[in-house]
């Protein structure tokens, strides 16, 4: 394999802390299946310098014929449900059948420091060590539903590097995963019995995101609480999902660290996606997550603006009391946000 193959557990560096290429530079290296370029190319997309964007989309305009060919798996559940471990042994047999896996791990930002873990490698260290495997934790900073900033779009320089299984980890920790679920082909939940995790995830609603349940830890003297929750589950699925719907989940039981079930998951995975091409609905569904994304980054774009324009700050707090004390209507002052909105997006680089 060639290229760079990066220090496995170092964090990815500042993009402003290298020196820049020329687009067709890191394009190439993409291309080329070097794993440090991916790197720098995933560095470039998540930095939020305004030159740094703009080198990222000259990048992925020229990567982007070459994506959109992996198997886009997302993977959720509570801490402890032993997410990573699954993803360590599925990504290993997959590379082992000859797949190319590239893992996005979402690791929690602190809300004080804003600072991140970033351990994924180290909690996945056979997996990081294998050549046919990518993993690049990034932090989840503000971002609704735990997915880090851009994650798509390194989704999509995984891809053009060759990735046919991308698998993306969100942070779980009870934000609402409807982001991952509309940017993946499958949606993983992943439960452990005995915890009242499944009751709460049914509660949530996850159960009606999800293409497939796995209670995991389904070993030793757990495996017969795993059985049960399996069964609680499954009649959760039959009051929410009609029995003539094109998919109706299925739910499983495995064991991560046994190594055990995971062949049923990824089996699972296959009959989806062959099911959803068949009907004609497999395009369709990729087409209309584009479509939102690309409203995503509109309303990412417009809440920048109001977070971080001083002068649109202070027209919206000004606006808000006047709102609150009666002085004018609501609809007038959403008007003027608009308007002093429309003024300062033509000022600032998309």
């Not at 006047?322 to 002052?333: E, F, K, L, S």
Request: neutral net charge; charged residues 25%.
């Amino acid at each position: 394999m060639s290229g760079d193959m990066g220090t496995p557990l170092e964090p990815p560096s500042s993009p402003s802390s290298r020196r820049r290429l020329a687009p067709e530079q890191y394009v190439a290296g993409v291309l080329d299946r070097q794993r440090g370029m991916l790197s720098r190319v995933i560095t470039l997309i998540e930095s939020r310098r305004p030159a740094d964007r703009d080198l990222a989309q000259r990048v992925l305009s020229e990567l982007l014929p070459h994506a959109g060919n992996s198997i886009r798996v997302g993977i959720t559940g509570v801490p402890g449900a032993g997410k990573s471990t699954l993803i360590e042994s599925l990504g290993l047999n997959l590379t082992r059948q000859g797949h190319r896996v590239a893992v996005l791990a979402i690791d929690p930002s602190s809300r004080i420091t804003g600072g991140s873990i970033l351990g994924d490698k180290t909690r996945m260290a056979e997996l990081s060590r294998d050549p046919s495997a990518f993993i690049r934790p990034s932090p989840s900073g503000e971002t609704l539903g735990g997915v880090a900033w851009k994650t798509r779009e390194a989704m999509l320089a995984c891809e053009a590097a060759g990735h046919d299984v991308v698998i993306v980890e969100t942070v779980g920790v009870g934000q609402s995963e409807t982001m991952v679920a509309d940017m993946v082909d499958f949606f993983l939940l992943v439960l452990i019995a005995g915890a009242g995790d499944e009751l709460q995830m049914i509660k949530r609603g996850l159960i009606e995101m999800a293409d497939l349940i796995a209670i995991n830890k389904a070993d030793g003297e757990n495996r017969g609480r795993a059985l049960r929750a399996m069964t609680q589950c499954r009649n959760a699925i039959r009051l929410m999902v009609p029995s003539d719907s094109l998919w109706v989940p299925p739910v499983v039981t495995c064991s991560a660290l046994e190594n055990v079930g995971l062949d049923t998951i990824w089996a699972n995975v296959l009959a989806h996606r062959a099911k959803y091409k068949l009907a004609g609905l497999f395009q369709e569904r990729r087409r209309a997550q584009s479509v939102r994304w690309m409203w995503d980054l509109v309303n990412e774009r417009i809440q920048r603006v109001l977070r971080e324009n001083p002068e649109v700050v202070q027209l919206t707090a000004r606006l808000e009391s006047d709102v609150q004390d009666g002085r004018m209507t609501a609809t007038a002052a959403a008007e003027q946000i608009i308007q002093a909105l429309r003024f300062k997006t033509q000022q600032e680089p998309v």
